[in-house]
């Protein structure tokens, strides 16, 4: 509990500091942390049916309108404003340690639940299935990716999506240690869900949306 606790002020920490000291912050944590291993091929079948697409705001274009929608992690709430105003969902619950900075509008908008929690403790609760798809766009860090992604996919009804931001393997400075590209292939090679969209943006930053297989599928 103590260990969660301090987690959690950590996160709070990282929301608020100035980008300056963040990127100091990559560094140090580069400097002591191993890079991860080569993630495993996702399975040729199960990028068949996927679609490439130009960035992550044209992705949302393509995504159902509607529905319940999660973001694990949304800092300013510039992609939250994108989900609301592209996706129209009919909720939109968003997870962060802390809403200091996140933009006025968003928290205002009659369509947010907004849940000031750690990821994997708002996904622990009750109600299997119950999100349309979830954004997952919180701590890169290997460990916390797999904890996400552990907690998150039930959550996802059949036929729904698990969407992923900085699906990236980054070991350098200024950056330090993306485990998000390991984490995401490791589930995708474990479950079978198939790569529904690969979104191209900066910085090959790229996100990626898996899709929860149909009940009975398989």
């Known amino acids: 509990m103590t260990e969660d606790r ?13 980008e300056g000291l963040k990127a100091l912050g990559r560094l ?34 393509h995504f159902p309108k509607g529905g319940r929608v999660c973001e694990l992690g949304t800092w300013r709430g510039d ?12 909720e939109l619950h968003l997870v962060d340690v802390s809403f200091a900075l996140c933009r006025a509008d968003v928290l205002a908008d009659p369509r947010v639940r ?44 059949p036929g729904g999506m698990l969407v992923f931001n900085d699906f990236a393997r980054i070991v350098r400075p200024g950056f330090g240690v993306f485990g998000v590209h390991q984490a995401v292939c490791e589930f995708a090679v474990r479950s079978g869900w198939p790569v529904a969209f690969l979104a191209l943006n900066g910085e090959a930053l790229y996100d990626i949306a898996l899709r929860r297989p149909p009940e009975g599928a398989g």
Request: net charge neutral; aromatic share 8%.
């Open 6 to 18: 301090s987690y959690r002020a950590e996160l709070r920490l990282r929301r608020l500091l100035p």
């Open 114 to 157: 907004r849940h000031e929690t750690m990821t994997t403790a708002f996904l622990s609760g009750p109600g299997a299935g119950v999100f349309d798809w979830i954004y997952v766009d919180a701590d890169h860090s290997y460990e916390a990716v797999v904890a996400d992604i552990a907690a998150a996919a039930p959550r996802v009804k």
């Open 79 to 90: 992609f939250a404003r994108h989900i609301l105003d592209t996706v129209e969902p009919e």
């Open 28 to 61: 140090a944590r580069l400097a002591f942390q191993p890079p991860p291993p080569s993630a495993p091929d996702i399975p040729q079948a199960q990028l068949d049916g996927g679609r490439l697409i130009s960035s992550r705001w044209e992705m949302l274009r």
